[in-house]
């Protein structure tokens, strides 16, 4: 017998936004903030504002969208919605590619602190963290939800204590001292990692409650309160420690703490950036099986990966490959390197989401919106507009080596594309 494709609404308001909220205060704050602020010195905090503004743009176009389509395909409904089902499959390999490279990038990350706080090989951590997450995620979305917000609650307390540490501190440096005005730029094009996650509770909309309405709540709640949180750690952290010291520091925030409160301090810093690590992992490939599912669920990858466990309702094989080729790309190894991999892939997905949403004011006005972009020049929406802009720019700061990769893993998706489209001769390639 066939099994069901259908997934439990479980999540609530709080917990679909503490999960958001959780994965954007992952593993990017605590080991970036260091490289952004040799890029951007002291005014590395107007860096994280302008990333956090460019997010926030995005951010409201997908509130529209996941108010007007609430599936797990997320970016690949969104974009099939508006331009068809190629460029809509392509959207979904993008987000593929960054779930996988981030997850394995972030595993790397944890192994590295396994490693520190357990002096053992760091292998043995990136194993083990897999082996524990994949039956977590079987098991059932709320239980990895709940982990999921417990660990988020632990990420909190750490940007907390640093925020605390650096108040007596404050306006101690110039806040606006820069070692060069263009590395403002390139370090928001580098951080804007860190606010990467709030596109999660999307992709997890068809496990939420009232998700028309509780869905785009739970985006705004997130984005904004990460945006000022962020902002507070990096005026704490240049508060404390020299930007050129943080900018040679493999563990910034954990170094911020030690010289502030002492050298217990670092120890239960490192022990947060584990969690935070491990929470990051949990929840980008909780996403990404669930973009594989709706990408399964409407045909455009094998009917297999939309196959729902019959007693957990978890979409059981999508969770194993995302665990599987997260694995595999665990040799990239550099955590920068393919931070800016995985923005060079986010920012083009972000144009094609905003793109989408503008396009579809135009071929669907009629089309119910629970909740809808405000302010617009006649039809056109100013924020999704000035988000595909941003990301425009934002893209424009990457290095030629970072596009000599990303372009790479284009050519790749697009030739995956052509692939499982060639059945459909009809239909015209709109890439």
Not at 352 to 379: A, Q
Request: glycine share 8%; with cysteine; proline share 3%.
């Amino acid at each position: 017998m066939e099994e069901k494709s259908e997934l439990k609404r479980e999540l609530s308001l709080a917990e679909i936004t503490l999960i958001g909220i959780g994965n954007i205060l992952g593993a990017g704050i605590y080991v970036l903030m260091g490289k952004a602020a040799g890029l951007a010195g002291n005014f590395v905090w107007f860096s994280f504002l302008f990333a956090g503004i460019t997010a926030a743009l995005s951010a409201f176009s997908y509130m529209e969208l996941s108010s007007m389509y609430p599936r797990a395909g997320a970016e690949y409904e969104f974009v099939k919605r508006a331009f068809g089902e190629r460029m809509g499959l392509f959207a979904g390999l993008l987000v593929v590619y960054f779930v996988t490279i981030t997850s394995s990038a972030v595993a790397i990350g944890f192994g590295k602190y396994f490693s520190k706080l357990f002096e053992v090989g760091s292998s043995g951590g990136v194993i083990g963290l897999f082996l524990f997450l994949c039956p977590v995620m079987v098991y059932g979305i709320r239980e990895s939800a709940r982990l999921a917000v417990f660990i988020s609650l632990i990420e909190l307390s750490g940007l907390l204590l640093i925020i605390y540490a650096g108040l007596p501190h404050i306006g101690d440096v110039n806040y606006f001292e820069t070692p060069d005005l263009a590395g403002l730029f390139q370090a928001s094009a580098l951080i804007f990692f860190a606010f990467l996650g709030f596109e999660d509770i999307v992709r997890l909309s068809q496990e939420t409650k009232d998700a028309e309405k509780t869905t785009p709540k739970a985006l705004f709640i997130a984005i904004s309160f990460t945006v000022f949180l962020y902002v507070c750690v990096a005026v704490a952290a240049v508060s404390v420690l020299d930007f050129r010291v943080l900018g040679l520091s493999e563990v910034p925030l954990a170094d911020v703490a030690a010289v502030a409160l002492g050298n217990d301090a670092f120890v239960l810093l490192s022990w947060i950036a584990l969690f935070s690590t491990m929470n990051t992992a949990l929840v980008v490939m909780l996403g990404g099986s669930r973009i594989v599912y709706g990408m399964a669920d409407s045909g455009s990858l094998p009917k297999a990966f939309a196959r729902v466990h019959p007693r957990f309702r978890t979409p059981w094989i999508a969770i194993f490959g995302v665990v599987f080729i997260s694995f595999l790309f665990v040799l990239l190894g550099d955590i920068t390197t393919v931070a800016n991999i995985a923005n060079f892939m986010i920012f083009i997905v972000f144009f094609m989401v905003n793109i989408s949403l503008i396009k579809l004011r135009y071929t669907e006005p009629e089309r119910r919106r629970p909740f809808r972009v405000p302010f617009c020049i006649g039809r056109l929406p100013l924020f999704p507009f000035l988000g595909a802009l941003s990301a425009v720019f934002l893209f424009s700061q990457i290095s030629l080596e970072i596009m000599a990769y990303g372009f790479f893993l284009l050519a790749a998706g697009l030739i995956i594309v052509l692939l499982m489209t060639r059945k459909k001769p009809s239909e015209t390639l709109k890439i």
